[in-house]
């Protein structure tokens, strides 16, 4: 069975600060591999995935997540984060094959004015 | 992309009673999913909804509890019954293409409320 855990579970930054958030996942096959976000109030959004090809993949709203397979992790980043970014960040995975999402435990984004 | 539209948003429900979500794509897709997730914690996998036939439930989650259907590819339904305080909890639609990226959108989620 997949499994994916978040380190972070509340991480508090000011405006301008670099963000990393940790990601690992628990699966040996092919995986499919995603960031979802979800801002006070509103719905899960896809940040960005991964399937094949570049492991450095850019999402949208200036994030982007590096797939390391020998390390299984598949973490996010972003160079300067705003206010706006305020959510709860959720890593997921899926195989190639089950179309399912696991979702990890899910990181609290505080950014402060 | 496809536009998840669920409803009810939120309900206050008695022990013991049931509640039915509607979920509604607008568009056509392969596959769709119930997830839950309860107060401060991650999403959970309910079941997946598969047309036309019985859903496939995850560990822990059985169809007594909660039934799901799936008549066509744009509609399902998720009954939460016989329900405990410990069912208060945001319920999730979700749905995808089953093109091999696997993405998934999700509509806004009911939100229930057991006294």
Request: charged share 15%.
């Amino acid at each position: 069975a997949q499994s994916v855990s978040q380190h972070n579970h509340h991480v508090i930054l000011s405006e301008a600060a670099s963000l990393e958030l940790g990601c690992n996942y628990s699966y040996g096959g092919t995986v499919n591999l995603f960031w979802y976000v979800q801002y006070p109030g509103q719905h899960l959004q896809l940040l960005l995935k991964y399937f094949s090809g570049d492991p450095l993949v850019k999402g949208i709203k200036g994030f982007e997540a590096e797939f390391i397979k020998s390390k299984f992790s598949f973490n996010l980043r972003k160079p300067s984060v705003q206010w706006r970014d305020t959510a709860e960040c959720f890593c997921a995975v899926s195989d190639t094959g089950r179309r399912a999402l696991t979702f990890g435990s899910g990181t609290r984004l505080q950014v402060q004015p | 992309s496809a536009v998840i539209s669920q409803k009810p948003s939120r309900d206050i429900c008695q022990r013991g009673t049931s509640l039915t979500i509607q979920c509604q794509v607008d568009s056509q897709v392969t596959m769709m999913f119930w997830y839950r997730q309860q107060p401060g914690q991650s999403l959970t996998l309910i079941a997946t909804a598969n047309q036309g036939s019985e859903a496939t439930y995850e560990s822990g989650f059985v169809i007594d509890k909660f039934p799901i259907s799936r008549p066509n590819l744009t509609f399902s339904t998720l009954t939460v019954s016989n329900m405990s305080p410990e069912d208060s909890s945001i319920y999730l639609c979700s749905g995808g293409s089953g093109m091999n990226t696997g993405e998934l959108f999700f509509g806004e989620g009911s939100r229930l409320t057991v006294l």
